[in-house]
């Protein structure tokens, strides 16, 4: 079949804004998520990641929450800075395979 | 900070011809993978490398492609007949344990 480009989905957000960015994961067993920053012509930077037995985990500026009950991930940003425009990965890994499965992608850009 | 890094950053091959794409893993990994990116789309999994063997690899991951630990600090992945589809960004990345995977800033492989 013939490959197609993925429409990302964007997220336009005010500098100083807090920013949600959100994914659906497939795998009811997957038992450990990560989430990703890509700048233009760079690789997926690690931003934090957490594991199931967790619902919540916090780092610098991030925030990264797990709901298990409907396979949703989300990644908040507090006080959005021009420097976080970039493509936001998430991904899990299943069944601790370490093989990393990646969502699609959402472009983050920042309205000064 | 210690990274991954990769040459080189773009690569043109002829169509049949194979490729060697090179890879420094940080220097305390034991665990090291390659994934690729068809432009516009997600990244995908291609094999991880654990105790001088693959642990796990892809349907991507077919004859063609082979990896190898030549010695202590590069880790490569050849592509023995490059197809055009094979044209992406290819990531290497490692981790000192299960996770976190960190990425290097990717080769361009260009096949014409």
């Known amino acids: 079949g013939e490959s197609v480009g993925l429409h990302l989905p964007t997220l336009s957000v005010q500098e100083g804004d807090n920013s949600i960015i959100n994914c659906a994961y497939s795998n009811s067993a997957s038992d450990y998520f990560i989430w990703y920053k890509q700048e233009s012509g760079k690789g997926p930077q690690f931003i934090i990641d957490?594991?199931?037995?967790?619902d919540k985990r916090q780092g610098q500026r991030v925030t990264v929450l797990l709901n298990k009950t409907v396979k949703h991930l989300s990644l908040q940003i507090a006080a959005t800075q021009p420097g976080d425009s970039a493509v936001y990965f998430c991904a899990e890994d299943y069944q601790g395979a370490q093989k990393l499965v990646f969502g699609q992608g959402t472009r983050l850009t920042i309205n000064p | 900070e210690p990274e991954v890094t990769q040459t080189p950053s773009h690569q043109v091959t002829q169509m049949g011809q194979e490729v060697i794409l090179r890879c420094v893993p940080i220097s305390n990994h034991l665990y090291f993978y390659w994934y690729r990116q068809i432009l516009g789309q997600k990244v995908e999994f291609l094999v991880s490398f654990y105790n001088n063997e693959i642990s796990e690899k892809s349907e991507i991951f077919d004859d063609q492609f082979s990896v190898e630990r030549p010695d202590g600090s590069n880790f490569t992945l050849k592509i023995r007949s490059t197809k055009l589809e094979d044209s992406a960004m290819y990531f290497c990345?490692?981790?000192?344990?299960?996770?976190?995977?960190?990425f290097g800033d990717g080769t361009r492989l260009s096949i014409l």
């Open positions: 957490i594991r199931s037995n967790m």
């Open positions: 990345a490692s981790s000192e344990g299960w996770q976190p995977q960190h």
